[in-house]
């Protein structure tokens, strides 16, 4: 049986004491932010990610293990289990490993093969197989029984044929085998249904492909999964595609003929033989590894979305925050008006309005006289345009409030609003705004997610972001639990406000769940401002554990203790104060003071309490207590006069905002409606395997325009500003990667309801349909 410990180590490349600790601090109910933060030395130092990886591995091995010992128990009740089978079995490193080893003896409904058995059969078969110089019909003479159900030789045939082709196809070295050489050789085909060329014109590059299976990419999979889906294509695989004479035999025959030792050379039995092993690939193996296979890609690809999710997501929850500042949130609309909300630094609602600056109404100036008089009157220091629907045009509004607000330092921001309509409806909202109005809600979610993007973007669930590819076509518990995890991770990374944060973020944090969240906040509420962390004990159902796990990611800023402001754990507190009586100085004077702390030896502080990596995250805390590890905050500047397609020109020069980051390329918003699509071989001036080497999401970077196709609505980048510019319906130029994926060349801008428009015809690997629809929600 599998040491689940050593075989994780294995994986990761690390000690096997190391996975052990971890192990043992899972069990005892610890996190994964906890251990990767404060119980380094028991780790060795693992992080957050090799965490997630022991953690999913972990529980996959565990499953193994228990599935395992079904098995064996199962086996030894039929009284089938012999040494040899224990030792496959208990060899076996994965699922559809010992499933196989299980299938000769796994109960299932009578099949042909088991009713000849029951008829006598079985030793027909075997002597047919061990002798091929017998005559097979001559043998089955013997066998004919009429009240058995065997009244010919050709029965009696038969029924030895469903014998073997059963045993043949149960065998799990023998699919161990097929299954290695179609991975490596297996060619995937993609043809369109007939009479399905229009509908399904989406999916027009696979009406007739041929991939290599094992070098199928994710998002082309579920692209030809998708198709398939929707019954426009028909996929299949082929395990012989270099052979011509399909009527010759397949090598998967051959490997079954050689498995179990079967020559053709013309003996009584080699035809009788032959068709056995034919029927045990066409009727029985084919059909087993094409399904299983197939589910193997699509795990991969489904694996490979996710975790492009996950990273995009990442991205966007750690991107700069524009901080504590009075904040005007501006939800644009044409016919509904323009929704207004003012909040304090601390996104706590002020003020807010409905304006009709737009057609039909066209109230410029009333709109620019109300948005004055609220700056004026609530000291608004940032202005949050939502970029849905109307949202330059919103812009070119803000920029007028702006030039006329002389007086004041005015500053205005395009703020994605992918997922504001979730907030806006879900409960939560409406228990923090009962007596707002739902559209309004969304101008408040589009201000403070400028101020703190994490804050705000954990009310909302993850998968209404939309920064995934795919996101609706892969297994949504593995997206749960894959976004989830990211999400956990960026708020500890971060930490808490103790005093200041809703109860969806403080759910987030490490040993917290919504009850202790909710009893937090009421406590508070209550209480008033906690003072330092000893007093989160004295919440309801908040007990030592829990403390343990949560108490290093709360921050109490101004409180009895400075400590307490920064990521310094309370039971590392009395090594602060060895520290302190080392340099004779009071924490308020040691806290920032870089040029002291760095002339401290850390060896001098360690012991068998806290090791050197724990007094090292020490003294770098007390450098910079409670720093924000996310970037400074930078902003994109839509050029002035370019707000649709038809502003656009080849050879242009703009600055944009990434918005997803797929295997392919990053998409960009260069403020026209229309993400364009910078070719992962335009990203850079040299070659990049991964996009998110060069950018994230979030990222302000500045593009060329290469190509303007404005029928079709697509938009070709280039962050190479040297690389040469692409005519419309003109291929010269574009490099050979960037043609085959032409038809990628934009994402419709959704709006803030998550609904966009469907996608154009010939939509290459149909991956702008799920960009187009990531937002859906």
């Excluded at 335009?682 to 996009?691: R, Y």
Aim: net charge neutral; hydrophobic share 40%.
């Amino acid at each position: 049986m599998l040491n689940i410990n050593r075989t994780i180590a294995d994986e990761l490349s690390v000690k096997e004491i190391q996975v052990t600790a971890a192990v043992d601090l899972l069990n005892e109910g610890s996190t994964v932010p906890f251990i990767a933060r404060y119980r380094k030395e028991a780790t060795g130092g693992l992080d957050d990610t090799q965490l997630r990886t022991l953690e999913q591995r972990l529980g996959y091995l565990r499953e193994l293990e228990q599935r395992r010992a079904a098995i064996l128990t199962a086996i030894e009740e039929q009284g089938k289990l012999t040494a040899s089978l224990t030792g496959e079995i208990n060899a076996a490193d994965t699922k559809t490993r010992l499933e196989e080893l299980y299938l000769p003896y796994k109960q299932k409904r009578r099949t042909k093969g088991q009713i000849a058995i029951e008829a006598g059969l079985q030793a027909l078969a075997d002597k047919l197989l061990a002798d091929p110089t017998l005559t097979p019909e001559t043998e089955a003479l013997a066998f004919i029984n009429g009240d058995k159900g065997i009244a010919d030789t050709k029965a009696a045939l038969d029924g030895a044929r469903y014998i073997l082709m059963e045993r043949f196809a149960e065998n799990a070295n023998l699919l161990q085998t097929i299954r290695e050489y179609m991975w490596h050789n297996a060619v995937l085909t993609s043809q369109v249904v007939t009479g399905q060329e229009q509908a399904g014109a989406k999916f027009s590059d696979y009406f007739d492909h041929t991939e290599l299976l094992k070098n199928v990419p994710s998002h082309r999979a579920l692209a030809m999964f998708r198709g398939r889906n929707e019954g426009v294509l028909q996929l299949n695989l082929d395990a012989d595609p270099g052979q011509e004479e399909k009527s010759a035999s397949s090598h998967c025959e051959s490997l079954i003929a050689n498995q179990f030792e079967i020559r053709f050379q013309d003996r009584a039995a080699d035809r009788w033989l032959k068709q056995v092993v034919q029927w045990t690939w066409k009727i029985k193996i084919a059909l087993y590894m094409e399904t299983e296979l197939l589910s193997r890609v699509r795990e991969a690809a489904e694996e490979e979305a996710i975790k492009v999710f996950a990273n995009n997501l990442k991205d966007l929850l750690m991107a700069a925050p524009a901080g504590r500042k009075v904040t005007l949130g501006l939800d644009p609309g044409l016919r509904t008006g323009v929704k207004v909300a003012v909040v304090d630094s601390t996104g706590k609602l002020l003020a807010t309005d409905t304006i009709y600056p737009h057609a039909p109404r066209n109230q410029w100036q009333a709109s620019l006289k109300t948005l004055s008089q609220l700056c004026s009157q609530h000291g608004v220091e940032l202005i949050a345009v939502g970029n849905g629907t109307a949202s330059r045009e919103t812009d070119k509004l803000a920029g007028e409030l702006i030039a006329m607000s002389s007086g004041q330092r005015l500053q205005k921001v395009m703020v994605s609003e992918a997922g504001a309509s979730v907030y806006s409806a879900s409960e939560f909202a409406a228990r923090e705004f009962p007596g707002l109005d739902v559209s309004l809600r969304g101008a408040v979610s589009i201000a403070r997610r400028l101020q703190d993007p994490l804050a705000e973007l954990v009310k909302i669930e993850p998968k209404s972001i939309g920064v995934g590819q795919y996101q609706h076509d892969v297994s949504q518990n593995q997206l749960a639990k894959g976004l989830d995890a990211v999400v956990e991770d960026c708020v500890n990374g971060v930490g808490v406000d103790i005093n200041t944060a809703s109860a969806p973020l403080l759910t987030r944090v490490s040993g917290l769940n919504g009850t202790l969240a909710a009893n937090i906040v009421a406590y508070r509420d209550n209480e008033g401002e906690i003072r330092n962390r000893k007093q989160l004990l004295k919440v309801p159902r908040l007990g030592p554990k829990a403390f343990e796990q949560c108490a290093g990611f709360l921050r109490i800023n101004g409180g009895d203790n400075p400590l307490d402001a920064s990521s310094v754990h309370p039971e590392a507190y009395p090594l602060v104060e060895k520290i302190l009586k080392r340099v004779n100085a009071p924490i308020t004077s040691v806290m920032g003071d870089t040029g002291k702390l760095r002339q401290l030896d850390p060896v001098l502080f360690a012991d068998e309490g806290f090791g050197l990596p724990t007094v090292k995250d020490i003294l770098k805390e007390l450098e910079k207590p409670g720093r924000d590890p996310r970037p400074a905050f930078t902003t994109a500047a839509f050029q002035e006069g370019v707000e649709t397609l038809a502003d656009l020109k080849p050879g242009m020069t703009l600055e944009g905002v990434v918005t997803n980051v797929a295997n392919f390329g990053a998409f960009v918003d260069i403020g026209v409606h229309q993400d364009g699509l910078v070719h992962i071989s335009h990203l850079a001036d040299k070659f990049i395997s991964d996009p998110r080497d060069v950018v994230k999401a979030g990222q302000v970077v500045k593009v060329k325009v290469l190509e303007v196709d404005a029928p079709r609505k697509r938009i070709s980048l280039s962050m190479r500003m040297d690389a040469e510019i692409t005519q419309s319906n003109d291929n010269k130029g574009k490099p050979q990667a960037a043609r085959r994926q032409s038809s990628q060349q934009t994402k419709p801008r959704s709006s803030k309801q998550g609904t966009s428009s469907q996608p154009n015809a010939n939509v290459n690997s149909a991956f702008a349909d799920a960009f187009a629809k990531a937002k859906r929600r």
